[in-house]
């Protein structure tokens, strides 16, 4: 049974990877009912409780190179909320789905197409990784030490920041709307345009004339003393982000910093030297002695938590942040509901395990 505040909204996901199947997670997590359509005869992986992305759907086989299946598609998409394809542009129109065939079928779709650089423009037709398109944003750019390459900060900001999320809140946007005008539409998630989006308070700052184009040389990147990560005398790492004024107090406080030149936070000109400093400080005590003197505390204070660490702290642990689902430790439906709160609904599903399930579910002959 589903749970959540989608309960009630169907979703037709075709296959793909990363983003797309993320946002079918998100959606499914807070009760849609997304159905998955998967190649037959073997275009996809077998589940196993791993596939994390993967799970909450049911997933049908069709082999749309057949008629017979794109009509099964079609009917499937009839009685849909919304869609999610990531496709190249012009594969789904190929096939004989693209937007104009299924708004006439579905005149209240929510029509959702994800790509990297979107549906129009000078390299919507290229290949491409997320690395590539928040390169083109600036925010890649704008992420690394001083003096030093960029670096690859996991495909968050452009496969699922820019990407699935967005995508995420255009369907329900799109759907939201075709509610009160009865009239769907297409939403063309870019992870450029996405990624872009998010870097919207760095653009206003650069505007503002607070923000250089050097890496490691403003307050959020890295060059201000107060917020960054330390290593500690065991070889792990703090995060200290002490901003305001009455938190950079504390953290003097704590830390024993009694340098005179602590006192002018904001005075650029001394973050470098007031970095070496406070970073000969922290390396005097393991990340466990620095959390029983700081964490909790206004200082604005973590310690870096390994991925096998962070399930077992105990304000992860005490929020439910991660569940142990089918014997894999993941993260929990995210946001929460105070009425309909979202569940997992199900293990990841092998292409094509519910394809009778659903055509009976849907009243599709």
């Not at 309960?7 to 037709?12: K, L, M, P, Q, Y």
């Not at 990363?18 to 499914?28: E, Q, T």
């Not at 004024?245 to 024993?256: D, R, S, W």
């Not at 650029?268 to 406070?278: A, H, Q, T, Y």
Request: hydrophobic share 40%; aromatic share 8%.
């Amino acid at each position: 049974m589903a749970s959540g505040p989608l309960d009630g909204i169907r979703i037709v996901e075709f296959q793909g990877i990363g983003p797309g199947p993320f946002c079918g997670m998100l959606l499914s997590d807070l009760g849609a009912d997304v159905i998955r359509i998967d190649r037959a005869g073997g275009g996809g992986r077998a589940a196993t409780p791993a596939n994390v992305e993967s799970r909450g759907r049911r997933s049908i086989a069709l082999d749309l190179k057949n008629p017979d299946d794109v009509e099964k598609a079609l009917k499937l998409i009839e009685k849909a909320d919304g869609l999610i394809e990531g496709f190249r542009p012009g594969v789904m129109e190929r096939l004989g789905l693209g937007p104009d065939v299924a708004l006439e079928r579905n005149p209240k779709l929510a029509y959702g197409r994800m790509t990297g650089w979107g549906q129009t423009g000078t390299l919507a037709h290229a290949a491409g990784h997320d690395l590539n398109y928040i390169a083109l944003t600036g925010a890649l750019g704008a992420m690394g030490r001083k003096g030093e390459a960029p670096y690859p900060p996991l495909n968050l900001i452009g496969d699922y920041g820019g990407g699935a999320l967005y995508l995420a809140f255009g369907l329900l946007a799109a759907i939201l709307s075709a509610k009160s005008t009865g009239e769907g539409q297409v939403i063309d998630v870019a992870m450029t345009d996405g990624a872009a989006s998010l870097a919207s308070m760095f653009y206003g700052m650069r505007a503002m004339g607070v923000w250089s184009d050097e890496r490691q040389d403003n307050l959020l990147d890295g060059g201000a003393h107060f917020y960054d990560c330390y290593e500690t005398s065991d070889g792990k790492y703090v995060s200290i982000g002490s901003i305001e004024p009455q938190f950079y107090a504390l953290l003097l406080e704590k830390a024993g910093l009694t340098d005179p030149d602590f006192k002018s936070q904001m005075d650029r000109k001394k973050w470098p030297e007031l970095k070496e400093k406070i970073a000969a400080v922290m390396k005097t005590k393991s990340r466990d002695e620095w959390c029983e003197i700081m964490e909790g505390t206004d200082v604005c204070f973590a310690p870096v938590l390994s991925m096998a660490e962070a399930p077992d702290h105990p304000h992860n642990v005490a929020r439910k942040t991660f569940v142990d689902y089918e014997g894999v430790t993941q993260p929990a439906p995210a946001p929460r509901f105070s009425k309909t709160p979202g569940a997992i609904q199900r293990a990841p599903a092998s292409p094509g395990a519910h394809t009778d399930e659903i055509l009976k579910d849907w009243n599709i002959s």
